[in-house]
């Protein structure tokens, strides 16, 4: 057996880390690195094996000469007596050390070692940090003279739902393959991505992959909309953004690719994929493409329509370009359909940066007042039950948004199906909400009855209490604590908490019915 004296090779790699030309991410795994880099031992490279580089080590049995040699020789140079070579081969982690630069071709100075030697990031799993990252390390310091990478990203382990290691024993492997078929690749390449948190496992499940769908499918629906909004449109590029949703889309715009682009060059993918799936799902479609409806269909002909347009077709380039890392095949098959895109494939097109000029955070507040009016409304009649036909009539009391309201006073009507609204005082009991200086009043007992809504209310705060108290008797158990699983604890906290919170909406609701 052939054994490597390690210490030597371990003790400049151990300093590369330390000053930093090599850095381990997430940077937790550095101290396991330098565990056991510290306490390495002599490693026995001789493996019994069919397959592997051959032990370059031959002996003589004419005078008992044990020699390593770069090239192959039949002759004893001390004899001349014939060799034999040993029959073991290297470990496959020796071999696999050498990998870096061994496949650009050295020992000779090739033109592919010096230009892809060292490279820049190597991504890999935590469970062979030693076996295979640190003696990459070792072996390139040693016959290169420098790093084999600059970076090392570790990547999280996918796990089953509970936590539990994937084997098939267990039955709970998820077969990437069979999910892709039934969910399709960029939904599960964009759940993986959205999972991925940093120093944490993977705790994937179907009915995850199926969120991943779902938003697949949203960034598709949404992609047929915007297409067919911009039928017949020649980007000239923006110069006007008036109209409040499209000064507000293009400045928030600003602080998600900003964030885009931060989250995947720090390896924190997880952030970058969710900014963009909250940004995509709940501003761009849930606000602003329903803004812009009315103006593009020809109801509003205040705005410019073909501002909105030039601002319509940015914004949705813009998110395309950055969904593609996470979601390629959807967003590249979207980026052909769009008008006058530039560059032959999206993969190839410039990624965004972010634009100072769109920056406006006068406009971002403006809207954002907007859109607590809107969804104020909203809650008010949700809570109370107001049936979805029904147009109601809302007052408003504001010393500082009344001219911001009244502006847009036909999408606040559109959005929430009011009748009217009103500036000023109201003549009679009222639901009433209030946000940044604003104060919404609903006249309730036009649209319900009042005391069958609050009989409801306390029907179902007795029936909340009643698991409130009966959960909190559980929590309370030592031996259900002691038994049970911590993830069904944590269920039942978190169903706690939730109940909790149901009790205090309810008690508003019937101080907010009682005037009180």
Not at 17 to 38: D, L
Not at 435 to 458: A, H, K, N, Q, S
Request: proline share 4%; hydrophobic share 40%; aromatic share 12%.
């Amino acid at each position: 057996q052939w054994f490597l004296r390690m210490k030597p090779l371990a003790e400049p790699a151990i300093e590369a880390v330390r000053q930093g030309r090599v850095k381990i991410i997430p940077k937790v795994w550095e101290q396991i690195y330098f565990e056991w880099m510290e306490n390495i031992r002599d490693w026995c490279i001789s493996r019994q094996i069919w397959w592997g580089h051959r032990i370059p080590v031959f002996y003589c049995d004419s005078c008992g000469a044990v020699l390593a040699l770069r090239q192959d020789l039949k002759e004893c140079k001390a004899c001349g007596g014939p060799l034999r070579q040993d029959e073991d081969v290297l470990d496959t982690w020796f071999s696999s050390a050498l990998w870096p630069f061994s496949t650009l071709g050295w020992p000779e100075q090739t033109d592919l070692l010096r230009k892809f030697y060292p490279t820049s990031l190597l991504v890999t799993g935590f469970d062979i940090l030693f076996f295979w990252v640190a003696r990459m390390t070792m072996m390139g310091l040693k016959f290169m003279g420098e790093v084999p990478f600059r970076e090392v990203y570790i990547h999280a382990l996918v796990r089953d739902e509970k936590g539990k290691k994937m084997s098939k024993s267990r039955g709970n492997v998820i077969d990437p393959l069979r999910m892709i078929e039934r969910y399709g690749t960029d939904a599960f390449r964009f759940t993986l991505a959205q999972l991925s948190v940093q120093g944490r496992d993977i705790l994937l499940s179907e009915r995850r992959i199926e969120g991943g769908r779902n938003f697949a499918n949203k960034v598709w629906n949404a992609g047929r909309l915007t297409l067919s909004l911009l039928e017949d449109f020649s980007p000239k590029g923006v110069t006007s953004r008036e109209f409040l949703p499209d000064a507000w889309v293009l400045s928030r715009l600003q602080s998600i690719v900003e964030a885009v682009r931060d989250g995947i060059e720090g390896f924190r993918f997880s952030e970058a994929a969710s900014d963009l799936y909250q940004f995509f799902w709940h501003e761009f479609c849930d606000w602003y493409l329903e803004f812009i409806k009315p103006n593009l269909y020809g109801r509003v002909d205040r705005w410019d329509r073909e501002a909105t347009r030039e601002v319509l077709y940015e914004t949705f380039l813009t998110l395309l370009k950055l969904l593609h890392p996470f979601m390629p095949f959807i967003t590249e098959e979207l980026y052909q359909r769009l008008p006058a895109k530039g560059e032959e494939s999206i993969m190839v097109s410039s990624f965004p940066k972010r634009r100072a000029e769109y920056v406006d955070l006068d406009k971002e507040e403006s809207m954002q007042v907007l859109k607590d009016v809107i969804s104020l409304i909203r809650n008010i009649r949700g809570e109370l039950r107001i049936s979805p036909q029904m147009a109601i009539q809302v007052f408003i009391r504001t010393p500082t948004f009344e001219h911001l309201l009244s502006e847009y006073a036909f999408y606040i009507k559109e959005f929430c199906r009011l009748e009217a609204i009103t500036f000023g005082d109201w003549g009679t009991k009222a639901a009433s909400a209030t946000t940044r200086g604003v104060e919404i009043f609903v006249p309730v007992e036009r649209y319900i009855d009042i005391e069958r809504e609050l009989m409801r209310i306390e029907k179902e705060m007795r029936r909340t209490e009643e698991l409130i108290a009966r959960l909190d008797c559980l929590l309370r158990n030592p031996s259900f604590m002691e038994r049970a699983e911590s993830q069904v604890i944590e269920e039942k906290r978190l169903e706690f908490l939730e109940l909790e919170e149901k009790r205090s909406k309810l008690l508003s609701l019937k101080r907010m019915l009682l005037g009180e």
